[in-house]
């Protein structure tokens, strides 16, 4: 497996890294804990360094689920976590924000325990908080890093502003953004922001939630628990509509010998050297798959060809319904 280093920041990840959330949760219950753990194990043998899971996914289980299955070979791998929502007594996140400085300290030691470890490798803040301003949030998570907590800070979703304020306080090692063929509103303002400041990229969903993958038509249902039947990009109008991305994207894989998948991943690795996906799975056979990607190379005249293509299909439906659109900075 390649490795890419996430800006300037030093720390070194494997260019395509694994997405835990789905094994968690919003693609059904919960996967089985033992299969899980082997195939998270199995990434590891394959090459696989980057590891990203979050103490909202679940709540808890997740990142309880990453420590167990990598404690083993915990020097071997980084993983990622994230801070800044309100997660009650009950352990059921109520969907508010919090990323005031005592919250951001309480839920590193609680990560730290869940995912067994003395440091997290990249802690992020997982949205935007209006309510505490960004200097603060960054400053507290310079605090985690003095005492050893915390290794590298990270934003997600963050606007291009913001970025700059953090990083003025406690430099960021990567921004995780959503950023696929089918979702680029990033490029115009936030891609360069992060290359003038030396910030990597963690693209997440860099598979269109499985979309670019061409199992998923206007046919498709989607099975309880699977937050994907309330977005509307999923609508069957909008994907038959943006079925026309999935022919292109099939046109060029029968050239190349690969699948759609493996196009979109290597479509994302060469837009820059600092950019690492981590597309979620749940099996191995789709692991490997997504790893093959990090070897397709695609010449100038094949990304020219993709992007013109692209180009010309008018992405129809939002990503998010407006109460969750409303979390993400641009």
């Keep these: 497996m390649q490795k890419r280093k ?17 094994m968690s949760q919003s693609y059904g219950p919960p996967k089985d804990k033992a299969e899980m753990i082997w195939v998270l194990r199995g990434a590891v043998e394959r090459g696989v ?21 990598l404690s083993p070979v915990r020097d071997q791998v980084v993983i990622a976590t994230k801070f800044g929502f309100n997660i009650n007594g009950d352990g059921v996140r109520t969907g508010a924000l919090d990323s005031r400085p005592e919250h ?7 990560s730290l325990k869940r995912l067994r470890t003395e440091a997290i490798d990249l802690f992020y803040q997982h949205r935007v908080d209006p309510n505490v301003p960004i200097e603060d949030v960054a400053g507290a998570v310079g605090e985690l890093i003095a005492a050893g907590k915390v290794r ?20 960021v090692t ?15 303002e936030i891609l360069p922001t992060l290359e003038e400041l030396s910030i990597g990229l963690v693209p997440y969903s860099p598979l269109g939630r499985g979309f670019l993958t061409g199992a998923i ?89 993709i992007d013109a293509a692209a180009s010309a ?4 439906g939002r990503r998010y319904p407006e109460r969750l659109e409303a979390l993400v900075e641009t």
Excluded at 6 to 22: F, K, P, R, Y
């Design 217 to 305: 038509d206007a046919t498709t249902t989607f099975g309880a628990g699977d937050f994907r039947a309330g977005l509307p990009r999923f609508s069957p109008e909008a994907l038959k509509t943006n079925q026309a991305l999935i022919d292109l994207l099939a046109g060029i894989a029968a050239e190349k010998q690969a699948t759609t998948a493996q196009i979109a991943l290597a479509w994302l690795l060469a837009q820059k050297p600092w950019i690492a996906p981590i597309p979620g799975t749940t099996r191995l056979d789709r692991l490997a798959e997504n790893i093959g990607a990090a070897a397709l190379e695609l010449t100038p005249a094949d990304l020219a060809k």
């Design 104 to 110: 951001i300290r309480a839920v590193a030691d609680a």
């Design 49 to 69: 360094t980057f590891f990203d899971t979050a103490e909202v996914y679940g709540p808890f289980i997740n990142e309880a689920l990453v420590g167990e299955a």
């Design 152 to 171: 590298h800070f990270g934003l997600s979703e963050a606007g291009a502003k913001t970025i700059r304020r953090a990083h003025a306080v406690t430099p």
């Design 6 to 22: 996430l800006g300037n920041s030093g720390l070194e990840v494997s260019a395509i890294g694994l997405g835990c959330m789905g």
């Design 174 to 188: 990567a921004l995780q953004s959503e950023y696929s063929i089918w979702w680029r509103a990033i490029e115009a």
């Design 313 to 316: 299909v008018q992405i129809e």
